[in-house]
Structures are given as structure tokens and as C-alpha cells.
């Protein structure tokens, strides 16, 4: 069999890896820069898409028409997603079921835009083989539903990729700590990542991994913590500057950036400090690791809820795991580990990178299809329970969550009237007793029923969940023994025609070539810090000679006449000169700043030595 | 092929747990679709049926009262829906008190719960706990041993118990679910606590 890769499709971060033949050990592909993750992120500019640092280095001057966290968005319908639309700066729109993204005067739906980054992957991967790459395991968080799953397989075959499995992030972990560092025995992994959180319970024995329940939330994780932080900081620019900057998607973006950079630093240090020119002011903040937690304390208490409810799944107590394995960027969080440690009475383990390990348990997986391990196997579940709707939207449960899969169910059906030849099916998943209350998967019509009187026809419809826990549906009329044919209609997917359409069109969002790309990049750099001195110009000018003033004024214009060229050479030349003509300036705004913030204290202190 | 001799087991209650985990791990290395990766569609779809038909399998006779639910469909030649539930039915005796606790209930729901009120619903939802443990012991235990030492006459009026004992524990159970909410104490008041 030919080589598989196992990707881990992120919400902030997305890694491919695969495990070496020579050491039998998984490993990241990093990119030509050493870099292994690639920021989930795309940027569409009139001059092409950029992928990864360069897409992420857009967000501030491209918002509209940047995507960012857009696994937030996979499978989803607009009624599912309008809550949180306000955060992110590019329009989304309702389609016909999923939704849309409006990115300049083109739409492109959440399985495209996760189809580009898993074509830089791939690209990734075939250059560090040295031939093509085809087939690959995608990772997905274990509380994803059908249609998350399938929009997740819908962008792999958009990107190229035959993806011969959907892997669960949390088993997917459990298999890299498999390989040596897991004693048999009851585990429980934690994954939290940029916007999913999952809790999985497996029992580890003679090689088998078996999943005993799974829990979670496909709306929570780091980006949360961002956007608590994010909310707190307009308040406090609102009352210090007396200006609400929640409506400038520029500003939201420069924030956003900080929080989370804020938030990462919070994790080893006990306190850090902000400092943001904006037009008309500079925002200067410290924040204490005290102050985060206090902001994200019920967010990281509201996945308690999940690992409860998998433990009672799996009738064992906290008392009963043996090991407490964490994953995901997000459990670097000291709040988090203290809480995980809590609940489970036991220090977790991290010693493998929690931003790889799922990748590199995907590598295990993709191995073990292609043949290369044989005395491991994954037996993973289905997280949701499957149902159809019966009379009165009551829903009746063909498969219960957490049962293995593959799995499988049949169902009678018949007619209600006589000489009916079509029958309807709602298929949900979850677990309220109302259908409406629950996930609509797919409405099924089966077609070509001969006509008799009612309740004569017996079809039997088997319920298939394979191994990637996604639905397959097959019937069969019994008095006949011929297959009765079924036209899916899935609620939040996409139809067959539209996949192949996109599959054609995914070269037009190529990414763009190389010497494009780093123009594109050359001038946003010096859009950036042109800005950034006419900004400082404005507002601490006159704190340095006339004469500084000038030379400053002579590097903008000659990086103004450099960036209308195409020469990347001297736009990068323009950029360096100008930055360097302002080092000075930037030193005595910085130091007037800091004397702004400290100058109450100092008053203070001046006080008490009185 | 039933659910049993997908194991090669007899059709036998009382089974070794760590015994039957151990056969679904080695027969989960034969069957499992990931070491089958290789092979022609038609092949993959046979192994694919016959995995989950042990996943199935598995699930239906790890737990002793799954175990016998699975039975008596078995015995009745009602093999369709997994894990259909007998129908819940009030066990006659305890009628008269099923009686007093749903008036106590709709109370409860009218939101006329004083604290002896609910004093009285969470000694009555501990009594019927009390009983569904009992029921589990006597399905899973006396019920099961006479099972396996019984013939063919025997076994057909072992098959009305378990209907009935299965019916009484189907019945407590919603009871409890509902005593439950009334008290306020479904986990994280989360719905998703339903149980299969």
C-alpha cells in the first residue's frame, strides 16, 4: 500500500506527520523554514491565497477577507454559528444548509477554505518525500457529529487527498503515548485545543486501545479564553480612553492577537504587560495571571461537566483512570491542569508536545492502515446517539453513543396509505427525546416502493456507522429482496455535484506561487510599518528634533515610491532604512509611555517618602 | 449467526467477564477493517458487517442484563432492533405506591416542593434505587445460575421472569429519571445523562 500521512486539521495550528520507516517512530514534517505548525489560516488578496504565517500575517490588514478558527464553522448551519459571527471580522452567510463565507466579491464554504490548508500540507509532505503524496488519516475532535465529520472528509478529497480515515484528536493522542510511555490500564485524555474540547476514556490492554466513552463540546477552547480576554479589554480601553473599539475590525484583530498572546506568556509567567499605539492613543496594560483566570475560570469549569458525564458513561469513578494524559495548546493553561488534577486525583501527563501529539498518533493510525503495525489496534466509538424521528417528533434510538463502531442497526419501515411508494426518514443525532431538539443528519427518501395497501410494503433499512463514525444507509424491500433506492438529502453537507464542482475549482485558489507571494508579503510589511510611523508621527513628532523629523519623512517617501514597483529587493531595502531612521523615536515614545502608566505610582511613592 | 456463537459460547448466562474481553480483543484483530485496508470493496464490506456484528455482539453480552434482554429477544425470534427494552411495566405490587409518587410528582412539577416533600421523594427515590439494585441481582444472579442448569420446559417459564423482572426494572427506572429531575438532580442538568 502506498504511503499515508496523518494530518491533524486544527482550529489555530495543523500538522502533517508520518512515521519514519527506519526508527518505526512518528514524526513531524516541518516546512522548508523548520516551522511544524502551519496557522490555520487563509488569506484571500487580490494577487492569490496565502496559507499558514503569511495568511495569519494578513489577519490585522486583510480582516475581511482573512479566515481564521474556520473548523468552528465545519458542518455547521447558519442558526447553529450566528452567535458567535460577531467575533470574527469576515462575513458569513447563510447557504443552503451550511454556511458561506463572503471573502471579497467571491463565497467559498468551510470545507474549501479547509481544503487550502490541507493542500499546503500535502504539498508539504511531497516535498519532503520527494514524490506525490495521496492518501492521508485527518484527525477530528471526538465530539464531532456526521456532518463535521463529513464536511472534514468533503475537504480532504477537495484538497486531492483520498482520506482513508477520520481519526478522533483524543485517540489519535492516545496512540502516540502508546507507542512506550502508557502502562496498561484506564486512561482518560483531555483535549483541549484552539476551539473544541474533548474528554475520552479508554481502557489500554494488550495493544488494544478501547474507547469506553467519549464526551465534549465542539464550541469551546482557546479561542475563548481569547475573546473573554478580548471583551475585558474593550471595557478597560472604554473606560481609561473613553473610546469603544468593538466596531473596528482592525483594532479587534490587533487585540485579539494580543490576548492570545498575553494569555501564552500568562502560562509561564505570573504577569505581563500590553502596550498598543492606536490612532488617536497608546494603550498600555499589565495583567496578571490572576486577572486571566479570573476571566476563564467558568469556561475551563464548563468542561468538568463532560468528563463527569463520560465517567458515568463508562460506570467507573475518577478514582478508577490510572492516567491522566493532556492535549491540545489550550492545557498549557496552569488553571487547566490544576482543575484536570482536581478531578481526576492524579498529575496528568504532557511529556509529548501537546500541539503535536495528535498529529503524530494520526502518523500511528496511518501506519496501521497501510499495513507498517500489526500488534496495535484503535477501537474507537460513536460519541453521538442516532436516532429517527417517529410520530409526534419523538426520536427512537437506533444506536446508543459510545458503542463501537463500525456499528450497525436495521429498522422495519412501511407505507401509511395505500399505494404509497415513497417513505420518508428523519435522521437525527443526540441525545434529547425530541427530534427538533436534536441534530438533523439527513432526511432519507426511499423511492420505488411498488404500490399496495398500506402497511404491506417491509423495507429494511440498515443503519451503518463505519469506522470514521460517519452514517452510510442501505435498504432493501424484503418481500422482494431488491434494493430500494434512497435519495440522501444531508442537512448540513455538501451534495455529491458540488463537492466535484470544487474539486475542479480548487486550483483557482492555488495558493500563490512563491515570487508572488513574497511581493505580496514585501508590501504588507511596509503598508505595516508605514502606518505605524505616520501613527508615532502624529503622536510623539514632536518629541524629537525637526531635523530626525525629516529624515524620517524622507524614508516614508522613498518606501512610498519603492512599494509602487515591483522590485521586492528595494521595497525590502525602503522597509529596513525606514525602520531603522525610527528606532530612536520609538525608544523616547516607549519611555514616555511607561512614564505615563508608572506616573500616578511614582506620585505615590514620592508621597510616602514625604 | 447469533450473538452468542459469534463468540462460540453456548447460550449460557453466567459468563467470564475478562474471558469474553479477551476473545473480542483477538477476534477484533481478525475483524477489525483496519487490518483489511488492502483488499478488494466487496471484501471490505463483508468484514465491515462482520466487525460490527461483533461490536454488537460485544455490547449486548458484556453486561449481565443486556445480556438477558438480548436472550429472551433471542429466545422470541425478535432479533431486529439493538437493544430494544422490554416495555416498561409497574410491578403490581408496588402499584398503590407508584400511585403516591406520581401525585407527588405532578406536586413537585405544579412547584409545590416543600422540604419535607422533598425529603419524602429523595427516601422514596432511594427505596426504588434500592429495588432496581435488587431486581439487577436477582436477573443477574438466582435468575441466571437457574437459566444455565434448566431444560427446555423450564427455560420457557425462566423467559416469562425475565420479561417481567425486566419489565418492573424498565418501569423503576423512568420513575427514578423522573424523581431525579423533580429533585433537581440530573448531572450538570445536562439532558444528555438518558440512559440506554
Known amino acids: ?610 | 449467526m447469533d450473538y452468542f456463537e459469534v463468540f462460540g459460547l453456548p447460550r449460557r448466562l453466567r459468563l467470564d467477564a475478562a474471558e469474553l474481553q479477551r476473545k473480542f480483543y483477538e477476534l477484533s484483530r481478525r475483524t477489525h477493517p483496519d487490518f483489511h485496508q488492502a483488499e478488494p470493496a466487496e471484501a471490505q464490506a463483508r468484514v465491515l458487517e462482520t466487525s460490527a456484528r461483533l461490536n454488537a455482539a460485544y455490547r449486548a453480552l458484556r453486561d449481565p442484563i443486556a445480556r438477558i434482554e438480548y436472550l429472551v429477544r433471542l429466545e422470541e425470534g425478535r432479533d431486529t432492533k439493538e437493544g430494544a427494552a422490554e416495555k416498561p411495566q409497574a410491578p403490581p405490587e408496588l402499584l398503590a405506591e407508584m400511585f403516591e409518587i406520581q401525585e407527588a410528582l405532578e406536586e413537585a412539577k405544579a412547584g409545590g416542593l416543600d422540604a419535607a416533600g422533598r425529603g419524602a421523594l429523595a427516601a422514596q427515590r432511594d427505596r426504588l434505587a434500592a429495588r432496581v439494585l435488587g431486581i439487577e441481582s436477582d436477573l443477574a444472579g438466582r435468575l441466571s445460575e437457574a437459566w444455565d442448569r434448566a431444560v427446555a420446559e423450564e427455560r420457557r417459564r425462566l423467559i416469562g421472569q425475565f420479561r417481567e423482572a425486566l419489565a418492573a426494572r424498565a418501569y423503576l427506572r423512568t420513575v427514578l429519571d423522573d424523581l431525579g429531575t423533580a429533585l433537581g438532580e440530573s448531572q450538570d442538568g445536562h439532558v444528555a445523562n438518558r440512559r440506554h
Not at chain 1, 469556561?299 to 468538568?304: C, D, H, K, P
Open chain 1, 1 to 610: 500500500m502506498s504511503r499515508i500521512v496523518g494530518i491533524d486539521l486544527g482550529t489555530t495550528n495543523s500538522l502533517v506527520a508520518y512515521v519514519d520507516d527506519a526508527t518505526g517512530l512518528p514524526r513531524v514534517i516541518p516546512d522548508r523554514e523548520g516551522q511544524a505548525l502551519l496557522p490555520s489560516v487563509v488569506a484571500f488578496t487580490p494577487a492569490g491565497v496565502l496559507v499558514g504565517a503569511a495568511a495569519k500575517r494578513q489577519l490585522v490588514r486583510r480582516p475581511e477577507t482573512t479566515v481564521y478558527s474556520v473548523k468552528r464553522l465545519m458542518g455547521r448551519g447558519y442558526e447553529d454559528v450566528k452567535d458567535e459571527l460577531c467575533y470574527f471580522p469576515f462575513r458569513v452567510r447563510p447557504g443552503d444548509g451550511i454556511v458561506k463565507i463572503q471573502v471579497g466579491d467571491r463565497e467559498v464554504t468551510p470545507p474549501e477554505v479547509s481544503a487550502i490548508v490541507l493542500k499546503s500540507l500535502k504539498e508539504r509532505a511531497e516535498t519532503h518525500f520527494g514524490e506525490p503524496v495521496e492518501k492521508a488519516v485527518i484527525t477530528v475532535p471526538a465530539y464531532f457529529n456526521d456532518a463535521q465529520r463529513q464536511a472534514t472528509k468533503d475537504a480532504g478529497r477537495i484538497a486531492g487527498l483520498d482520506v482513508v480515515r477520520i481519526v478522533n484528536e483524543p485517540t489519535a493522542a492516545s496512540l502516540a503515548y502508546g507507542l512506550h510511555r502508557l502502562r496498561e490500564g484506564v486512561i482518560a485524555v483531555y483535549d483541549l485545543g484552539g476551539g473544541t474540547f474533548d474528554i475520552s476514556i479508554l481502557r489500554v490492554k494488550d495493544g488494544v486501545f478501547e474507547v469506553l466513552a467519549t464526551n465534549g463540546n465542539t464550541r469551546l477552547g482557546g479561542d475563548d479564553f481569547d475573546r473573554a480576554i478580548v471583551v475585558w479589554l474593550l471595557d478597560d480601553i472604554l473606560a481609561g480612553h473613553g473610546v469603544y473599539l468593538g466596531r473596528d475590525n482592525e483594532a479587534m484583530q490587533e487585540l485579539r492577537l494580543a490576548a492570545e498572546a498575553a494569555k501564552i506568556r500568562l502560562s509561564t509567567d505570573e504577569r505581563t504587560a500590553l502596550t498598543m499605539p492606536f490612532d488617536a492613543f497608546t494603550y498600555h496594560r499589565e495583567i496578571t495571571r490572576a486577572d486571566v483566570e479570573a476571566l476563564i475560570g467558568k469556561l475551563v469549569e464548563s468542561t468538568l461537566g463532560p468528563c463527569r458525564m463520560a465517567l458515568a458513561d463508562t460506570g467507573l469513578a475518577a478514582a478508577d483512570i490510572d492516567e491522566v494524559v493532556l492535549v491540545g495548546g489550550s492545557t498549557r493553561v496552569p488553571l487547566v491542569r490544576r482543575r484536570v488534577q482536581e478531578l481526576f486525583g492524579k498529575t496528568p501527563h504532557s511529556q509529548l508536545n501537546p500541539d503535536e501529539v495528535v498529529a503524530l498518533g494520526a502518523a500511528v493510525q496511518a501506519q496501521i492502515l497501510a499495513g507498517g503495525i500489526t500488534n496495535m489496534l484503535l477501537l474507537d466509538v460513536t460519541p453521538l446517539s442516532l436516532g429517527i424521528e417517529t410520530l409526534g417528533g419523538i426520536v427512537s434510538v437506533l444506536i446508543p453513543r459510545n458503542t463501537t463502531i463500525p456499528t450497525s442497526a436495521r429498522e422495519m419501515f412501511t407505507t401509511s396509505v395505500d399505494g404509497q411508494t415513497v417513505v420518508d426518514m428523519h435522521v437525527v443525532q443526540g441525545e434529547r427525546e425530541l427530534a427538533k431538539d436534536c441534530r438533523s443528519l439527513a432526511r432519507f427518501e426511499l423511492r420505488g416502493v411498488d404500490p399496495m395497501p398500506a402497511g404491506m410494503p417491509k423495507i429494511e433499512v440498515t443503519f451503518l456507522i463505519d469506522a470514521n463514525g460517519i452514517l452510510q444507509v442501505t435498504a432493501k424491500e424484503l418481500r422482494t429482496g431488491k434494493a430500494a433506492a434512497i435519495e440522501v438529502k444531508p442537512t448540513y453537507g455538501l451534495a455529491e455535484g458540488e463537492i466535484e464542482r470544487m474539486v475542479e475549482e480548487s486550483f483557482a485558489y492555488a495558493e500563490a506561487d512563491v515570487e508572488a507571494r513574497l511581493l505580496i508579503e514585501a508590501r504588507n510589511e511596509a503598508d505595516t510599518v508605514s502606518t505605524h510611523v505616520e501613527r508615532a508621527l502624529r503622536q510623539g513628532g514632536e518629541l524629537v528634533a525637526a531635523e530626525e523629523r525629516e529624515r524620517i519623512r524622507a524614508a516614508l517617501e522613498e518606501l512610498r515610491a519603492a512599494r509602487a514597483t515591483d522590485d521586492r529587493d528595494r521595497i525590502h531595502a525602503a522597509t529596513t532604512a525606514l525602520n531603522r531612521a525610527t528606532e530612536h523615536l520609538a525608544e523616547v515614545m516607549m519611555d514616555a509611555a511607561l512614564k505615563g502608566a508608572l506616573g500616578s505610582k511614582r506620585a505615590a511613592e514620592i508621597m510616602e517618602t514625604k
